[in-house]
């Protein structure tokens, strides 16, 4: 389960019958400082709640599926709540060097 | 599992219900050296671990929800354990 920042919405109507009624958003995901880290993906929004430019976490693979009202619907990435408060230790500055 | 050192926290008010009441931690990687592993995971907390503490991650659905003692649930990431000691045989 990673953070992420919602940076827009997917409407696709002709799409396969159990992904009826599910909301798409578009995040971002985001390091573990809150920047920018990695490719958006295509979100379910299993909260309903998150609006853009929203830090959310989300959650991928079979998970992500466990998040719907409808368990079995082909769904990898969901989102799982809204960030209210995100508090981190910065990383030392010596030992910054894997890349999230 | 993981090794990892509990590096912050996630305040959330709305979630899926799964998470209502758990305390999500935001947790660092480390190799066995304790060194910086890269990536990081949000996981829920079940052994009340303290910021800095080095940590056990189980990062994986089924397990998870054993724990949480649920059939369903969006649940993959949590923090199982603290660790006192890693010893790496360096031989």
Known sequence: MHLGRVIGTVVATEKTPNLEGIKFLIVQPLSRDGEPAGKPVVAADAVAMAGPGEMIYFVGSREAAQAMPETFVPIDHAIVGIVDQLHVEPLPKSKRKAKE | ?91
């Open chain 2, 1 to 91: 599992m993981r090794l990892a050192r509990v590096s912050g926290t996630v305040v959330s008010t709305f979630n899926s219900p799964i998470f209502d009441g758990q305390r999500l931690l935001l947790c660092d990687y480390l190799n066995p050296d304790g060194e910086l592993a890269g990536g990081y995971v949000i996981a829920v907390d079940v052994v009340s671990a303290g910021p800095g503490e080095t940590v056990l991650i189980l990062d994986e659905g089924t397990g998870a929800r054993q724990i949480m003692g649920v059939s369903g649930g969006p649940i993959r990431a949590m923090v199982v354990g603290i660790v006192e000691e890693v010893a790496v045989d360096r031989s």
